[in-house]
């Protein structure tokens, strides 16, 4: 079969990318211009900075992966763009200009889920084998689905109140840590010991997870500690933190895995870029003779390669958008 290559786009929260894939697999270029600095000014993303920026830095954006790749947009076979979940106006910019680019070379065009994307990020220079688990943790999502084929989807679990990354992010806010606090939360925690007497989410047989209650909890001991004058071991607090939130993680995996049997498990979205998580997730498939794939750490956070191997199979199906595309903030897996 003759190869096809992808030009894939993906501007759903503050990086604004582009990749070129071929055959879903092979990631000829890629660019990620992230808006990071600029946001950790605010403490977290502002959507209307976010929308401005992909909208200035899109077209040097396309001129960059285009470069890299020695190729021109005339060149691929299709044109795909991230359109939900996220931030409207931020997946505005990156869906009109995918429609306008695939209405001027005449290409189609592909519609991708974000959080579909991170889980094929383990596609990227990898062959997935299913039925697959896939755990996926980001900063808005954490979900637990099996993957039985392509695009087969049947969520187990999911979270009932914050995501994850939301709860890194938070908590590292309240103990100074600076945006994006899950890489922040992650350093501060290799210099602290476990020390911190946090509650478990419930302890039920469900594949949900629960963060609200974890966070809460650290407000609670930071406030305390403050009224009192009391110093607060940031780094034992943070290790303490991501002991409990990673635990919530292996303990439902660890179900999933008995109950299931199914030996192949991806995990997908930015937290997996977490080394403890990543050593601990490893620790519980082993125990089941499972398989793990996690992606490289360039393809755990948010870029476009992961949406180009993720249009592959709807490119093979002849699954395509019209020019009706539009944006949607909320959405799951399934
Ligand atoms: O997948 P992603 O880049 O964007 C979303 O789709 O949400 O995930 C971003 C989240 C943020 O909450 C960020 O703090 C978290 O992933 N994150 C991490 C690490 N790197 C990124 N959390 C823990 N440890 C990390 N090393
Ligand atoms: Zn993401």
Avoid: W
């Avoid at 635990?247 to 977490?274: D, F, M, P, Y």
Wanted: glycine share 6%; proline share 3%.
């Amino acid at each position: 079969m003759k190869d096809v290559y992808i030009l894939a786009i993906e501007s759903s929260c503050d990086e604004t990318s582009m990749a070129i894939v071929k055959n879903g697999k092979d990631v000829v270029a890629l660019t990620v211009l992230t808006q990071m600095q600029v946001h950790a000014n605010f403490g977290g993303v502002v959507p209307e900075i976010a929308s401005r920026m992909h909208t200035e830095n899109i077209t040097m954006v396309l001129e960059d992966v285009l470069k890299k790749a020695s190729m021109q947009v005339s060149d691929v076979d299709a044109i795909a763009v991230t359109y939900k979940p996220g931030l409207l106006g931020s997946l505005l910019v990156g869906i009109e200009f995918a429609k306008t680019l695939a209405y001027v070379y005449k290409k189609p065009l592909i519609k991708v889920n974000h959080l579909i994307g991170h889980i094929y990020a383990n596609a990227l220079n990898n062959t997935l084998e299913f039925p697959i688990l896939a755990l996926v943790v980001s900063g808005g999502h954490t979900e637990l689905v099996i993957m039985e084929d392509d695009y087969n989807f049947k969520l187990l679990g999911s979270t009932m109140d914050d995501a994850i990354g939301e709860a890194y992010d938070k908590v590292a806010r309240v103990i100074g840590i600076p945006y994006p606090g899950g890489p922040g939360i992650e350093k501060k925690a290799l210099e602290g010991k476990i020390t911190y007497d946090l509650p478990r989410p419930v302890l039920d047989d469900s594949y949900n997870f629960s963060y609200s209650g974890l966070k809460s909890q650290i407000i609670n001991i930071t406030h305390n500690l403050k009224q009192k004058g009391e110093t607060i071991r940031e780094a034992d607090l943070a290790a303490s933190f991501q002991f409990v939130a990673v635990e919530e993680l292996t303990r439902k995996l660890e179900l999933a895995l008995q109950k299931t049997h199914i030996k192949n498990v991806i995990v997908a979205g930015g937290v997996s870029a977490n080394k403890y998580l990543r050593g601990q997730v490893k620790e519980v498939c082993d125990k089941y003779q499972a398989k793990v794939n996690i992606p490289d750490f360039i393809y755990c956070t948010d870029n476009a390669a992961m949406i180009g191997a993720a249009a592959y199979p709807l490119y093979k199906r002849g699954e395509f958008a019209d020019f009706s595309l539009n944006a949607e903030s909320q959405a799951s897996i399934c």
